[in-house]
Protein backbone atom coordinates (compact mmCIF):
# COMPACT_ATOMS: atom_id res chain seq x y z
CA UNK A 1 0.00 0.00 0.00
CA UNK A 2 1.21 3.44 -0.71
CA UNK A 3 1.65 5.97 2.08
CA UNK A 4 -0.33 8.65 2.61
CA UNK A 5 0.52 12.05 1.61
CA UNK A 6 -2.14 14.09 3.45
CA UNK A 7 -3.41 13.08 7.11
CA UNK A 8 -5.87 15.23 7.92
CA UNK A 9 -7.56 16.67 5.30
CA UNK A 10 -10.55 19.46 4.66
CA UNK A 11 -12.55 18.08 1.51
CA UNK A 12 -14.75 20.96 0.15
CA UNK A 13 -17.60 19.33 -1.77
CA UNK A 14 -19.85 22.42 -3.84
CA UNK A 15 -23.49 21.66 -3.36
CA UNK A 16 -23.91 21.54 -7.30
CA UNK A 17 -21.45 18.58 -7.47
CA UNK A 18 -24.15 16.46 -5.16
CA UNK A 19 -26.87 16.84 -7.54
CA UNK A 20 -25.43 15.18 -10.15
CA UNK A 21 -26.49 15.70 -13.62
CA UNK A 22 -29.79 17.33 -12.17
CA UNK A 23 -28.04 20.44 -10.76
CA UNK A 24 -30.58 20.88 -8.13
CA UNK A 25 -31.40 18.90 -5.19
CA UNK A 26 -29.62 15.87 -3.94
CA UNK A 27 -28.56 12.65 -6.55
CA UNK A 28 -27.66 9.83 -4.25
CA UNK A 29 -25.90 7.65 -5.97
CA UNK A 30 -23.15 10.67 -6.45
CA UNK A 31 -23.45 11.20 -2.47
CA UNK A 32 -22.76 7.31 -1.95
CA UNK A 33 -20.45 7.25 -4.24
CA UNK A 34 -18.41 10.22 -2.06
CA UNK A 35 -19.44 8.70 0.93
CA UNK A 36 -17.41 4.91 -0.61
CA UNK A 37 -14.78 7.08 -1.14
CA UNK A 38 -14.45 8.96 2.27
CA UNK A 39 -15.15 5.65 4.84
CA UNK A 40 -11.88 4.03 2.18
CA UNK A 41 -10.11 7.09 3.11
CA UNK A 42 -10.63 6.86 7.33
CA UNK A 43 -10.16 3.23 6.71
CA UNK A 44 -6.63 3.93 5.47
CA UNK A 45 -6.14 6.41 8.67
CA UNK A 46 -7.15 9.66 7.29
CA UNK A 47 -8.96 12.52 9.42
CA UNK A 48 -11.17 13.53 7.42
CA UNK A 49 -13.27 16.90 7.61
CA UNK A 50 -16.16 18.00 5.33
CA UNK A 51 -17.77 21.16 3.90
CA UNK A 52 -20.44 21.01 1.97
CA UNK A 53 -21.49 24.20 -0.36
CA UNK A 54 -25.52 24.38 -0.32
CA UNK A 55 -25.94 25.73 -3.78
CA UNK A 56 -28.11 23.14 -5.15
CA UNK A 57 -30.53 24.32 -3.03
CA UNK A 58 -30.32 28.23 -2.56
CA UNK A 59 -26.87 30.47 -3.89
CA UNK A 60 -27.97 33.47 -1.64
CA UNK A 61 -26.42 36.04 -4.08
CA UNK A 62 -27.21 34.59 -7.21
CA UNK A 63 -30.86 33.09 -6.00
CA UNK A 64 -31.14 36.26 -4.09
CA UNK A 65 -30.14 39.19 -6.38
CA UNK A 66 -31.59 42.30 -5.53
CA UNK A 67 -35.07 40.56 -4.89
CA UNK A 68 -33.97 40.40 -1.50
CA UNK A 69 -32.03 41.64 1.61
CA UNK A 70 -28.20 40.42 1.02
CA UNK A 71 -28.18 38.88 4.95
CA UNK A 72 -31.03 36.94 4.71
CA UNK A 73 -30.24 35.54 1.38
CA UNK A 74 -27.11 34.56 2.93
CA UNK A 75 -28.87 33.02 5.58
CA UNK A 76 -30.93 30.74 3.30
CA UNK A 77 -27.64 29.83 1.97
CA UNK A 78 -26.21 28.53 5.40
CA UNK A 79 -29.73 26.44 5.96
CA UNK A 80 -29.64 24.96 2.57
CA UNK A 81 -25.61 23.58 3.69
CA UNK A 82 -27.49 22.05 6.52
CA UNK A 83 -29.71 19.74 4.47
CA UNK A 84 -26.36 18.84 2.35
CA UNK A 85 -24.68 18.02 5.91
CA UNK A 86 -27.51 15.62 6.91
CA UNK A 87 -27.65 13.95 3.68
CA UNK A 88 -24.01 13.05 3.56
CA UNK A 89 -23.97 12.57 7.17
CA UNK A 90 -26.64 9.70 6.75
CA UNK A 91 -24.98 7.97 4.03
CA UNK A 92 -22.07 7.79 5.70
CA UNK A 93 -23.68 6.83 8.89
CA UNK A 94 -25.52 3.36 6.30
CA UNK A 95 -21.75 2.53 6.12
CA UNK A 96 -20.77 2.77 9.24
CA UNK A 97 -18.80 5.23 9.23
CA UNK A 98 -18.56 7.29 12.54
CA UNK A 99 -19.55 11.15 11.83
CA UNK A 100 -20.79 13.91 13.50
CA UNK A 101 -22.78 17.53 12.22
CA UNK A 102 -21.29 20.57 13.49
CA UNK A 103 -22.89 24.15 12.38
CA UNK A 104 -21.60 27.95 12.62
CA UNK A 105 -25.09 28.82 13.52
CA UNK A 106 -26.60 26.83 16.39
CA UNK A 107 -29.35 24.45 16.04
CA UNK A 108 -28.73 21.94 18.87
CA UNK A 109 -31.93 19.92 18.06
CA UNK A 110 -29.99 18.72 14.46
CA UNK A 111 -26.77 19.10 15.48
CA UNK A 112 -23.59 20.12 17.64
CA UNK A 113 -22.55 23.75 17.46
CA UNK A 114 -19.11 24.07 16.14
CA UNK A 115 -16.50 23.93 19.02
CA UNK A 116 -12.54 23.51 17.53
CA UNK A 117 -11.34 21.30 20.48
CA UNK A 118 -14.33 18.92 20.21
CA UNK A 119 -13.93 18.77 16.26
CA UNK A 120 -10.24 18.01 16.90
CA UNK A 121 -11.59 15.25 19.36
CA UNK A 122 -13.57 13.76 16.88
CA UNK A 123 -11.07 13.63 14.34
CA UNK A 124 -8.74 12.13 16.46
CA UNK A 125 -10.98 9.43 16.87
CA UNK A 126 -11.45 8.41 13.39
CA UNK A 127 -15.45 10.32 12.95
CA UNK A 128 -15.43 12.55 10.35
CA UNK A 129 -16.35 15.57 11.17
CA UNK A 130 -19.21 17.77 8.78
CA UNK A 131 -19.11 21.39 9.31
CA UNK A 132 -21.90 23.52 8.35
CA UNK A 133 -23.31 27.11 7.93
CA UNK A 134 -20.08 28.33 6.18
CA UNK A 135 -18.81 30.72 8.32
CA UNK A 136 -21.81 31.49 10.02
CA UNK A 137 -21.73 35.22 9.13
CA UNK A 138 -23.46 36.86 5.74
CA UNK A 139 -20.87 38.02 3.00
CA UNK A 140 -18.66 34.89 2.87
CA UNK A 141 -19.08 31.93 0.86
CA UNK A 142 -18.80 28.44 1.56
CA UNK A 143 -15.59 28.25 0.43
CA UNK A 144 -14.14 30.78 2.87
CA UNK A 145 -15.39 28.40 5.79
CA UNK A 146 -13.81 25.59 4.33
CA UNK A 147 -10.45 27.87 4.77
CA UNK A 148 -11.17 28.82 7.44
CA UNK A 149 -12.28 25.31 9.20
CA UNK A 150 -8.83 23.74 7.43
CA UNK A 151 -6.85 26.28 9.21
CA UNK A 152 -8.09 25.78 12.63
CA UNK A 153 -8.36 21.76 12.59
CA UNK A 154 -4.76 22.33 11.08
CA UNK A 155 -5.83 20.45 7.89
CA UNK A 156 -2.40 19.46 5.59
CA UNK A 157 -4.87 20.25 2.59
CA UNK A 158 -7.64 21.61 1.13
CA UNK A 159 -9.57 19.30 -1.31
CA UNK A 160 -11.61 21.07 -3.66
CA UNK A 161 -14.05 18.47 -5.33
CA UNK A 162 -16.07 20.67 -8.26
CA UNK A 163 -17.51 19.70 -11.90
CA UNK A 164 -14.10 20.75 -13.35
CA UNK A 165 -11.15 19.04 -13.34
CA UNK A 166 -8.50 21.79 -13.08
CA UNK A 167 -7.36 24.97 -13.09
CA UNK A 168 -7.56 26.60 -16.48
CA UNK A 169 -6.45 29.90 -17.47
CA UNK A 170 -10.02 30.40 -19.02
CA UNK A 171 -13.64 29.17 -19.02
CA UNK A 172 -13.11 25.33 -20.84
CA UNK A 173 -16.61 25.58 -21.75
CA UNK A 174 -16.42 29.25 -23.62
CA UNK A 175 -12.85 29.18 -24.70
CA UNK A 176 -11.39 26.18 -26.43
CA UNK A 177 -8.01 27.43 -25.97
CA UNK A 178 -8.11 27.45 -22.46
CA UNK A 179 -4.88 25.75 -20.88
CA UNK A 180 -5.01 23.58 -17.25
CA UNK A 181 -2.57 23.87 -14.91
CA UNK A 182 -1.05 21.32 -12.95
CA UNK A 183 -0.05 23.12 -10.70
CA UNK A 184 -0.27 27.16 -9.43
CA UNK A 185 0.97 29.96 -7.05
CA UNK A 186 -1.67 31.70 -5.18
CA UNK A 187 -0.21 35.03 -6.08
CA UNK A 188 -1.07 33.41 -10.14
CA UNK A 189 -4.31 32.67 -9.23
CA UNK A 190 -4.76 36.01 -8.07
CA UNK A 191 -3.54 38.15 -10.13
CA UNK A 192 -5.07 36.16 -13.32
CA UNK A 193 -8.40 36.47 -11.51
CA UNK A 194 -8.96 32.75 -12.33
CA UNK A 195 -11.64 30.56 -10.47
CA UNK A 196 -10.46 28.29 -7.76
CA UNK A 197 -12.26 29.48 -5.03
CA UNK A 198 -13.19 33.57 -4.58
CA UNK A 199 -10.27 35.88 -3.61
CA UNK A 200 -11.21 35.91 0.00
CA UNK A 201 -10.86 32.45 1.02
CA UNK A 202 -7.84 32.30 -1.95
CA UNK A 203 -5.84 34.86 0.34
CA UNK A 204 -6.98 33.16 3.28
CA UNK A 205 -5.31 30.44 2.37
CA UNK A 206 -2.64 32.02 1.12
CA UNK A 207 -1.89 33.64 4.25
CA UNK A 208 -2.47 30.31 5.96
CA UNK A 209 0.33 28.19 3.88
CA UNK A 210 -2.73 25.91 2.99
CA UNK A 211 -2.02 23.91 -0.43
CA UNK A 212 -5.25 23.27 -2.45
CA UNK A 213 -5.84 20.38 -4.81
CA UNK A 214 -8.59 21.16 -7.30
CA UNK A 215 -10.43 18.21 -8.73
CA UNK A 216 -13.39 16.44 -10.66
CA UNK A 217 -15.76 14.98 -8.16
CA UNK A 218 -17.01 12.90 -11.21
CA UNK A 219 -14.68 10.18 -10.19
CA UNK A 220 -15.27 10.44 -6.42
CA UNK A 221 -12.01 7.74 -6.17
CA UNK A 222 -9.89 11.46 -7.21
CA UNK A 223 -10.39 11.99 -3.61
CA UNK A 224 -8.67 8.81 -2.20
CA UNK A 225 -5.77 8.95 -5.55
CA UNK A 226 -4.93 13.00 -3.95
CA UNK A 227 -4.87 11.76 -0.56
CA UNK A 228 -2.36 9.13 -1.89
CA UNK A 229 -0.37 11.59 -3.51
CA UNK A 230 -1.29 10.97 -7.01
CA UNK A 231 -1.11 13.99 -9.35
CA UNK A 232 -4.61 14.69 -10.00
CA UNK A 233 -5.97 17.77 -11.29
CA UNK A 234 -4.82 21.53 -10.33
CA UNK A 235 -2.58 22.13 -6.47
CA UNK A 236 -2.36 25.78 -5.71
CA UNK A 237 0.76 26.19 -3.64
CA UNK A 238 2.76 29.32 -2.77
CA UNK A 239 5.71 28.47 -4.57
CA UNK A 240 6.68 26.26 -7.93
Same mark, same amino acid.
Given at each position: *??????????????????????????? +????????????????????????????? +??????????????????? *????????????????????? #?????????? *?? /??????????????????????????????? +????????????????????????????????????????????????? #??????? #????????????????? #?? +??? /?????????? *?????????????
Amino acid at each position: *MSEIKYKRVLLKISGEALAGDKHRGLD +FNVIGGVCDVIKKCVEAGVQVGVVVGGGN +FWRGLKDGGDRMERVRADQ *MGMLATVINCLAVADCLEQRD #VPVRVQTAVE *MN /KIAEPYIRGKALRHLEKGRVVIFGCGTGNPY +FSTDTGAVLRAAEIDADVILLAKNIDGVYSADPLKDPTAVKYDEITYDE #VLAKHLM #VMDTTATSLSMDNHIPI #VL +FAL /KDPENIYRVI *MGEKIGTIVKEEL
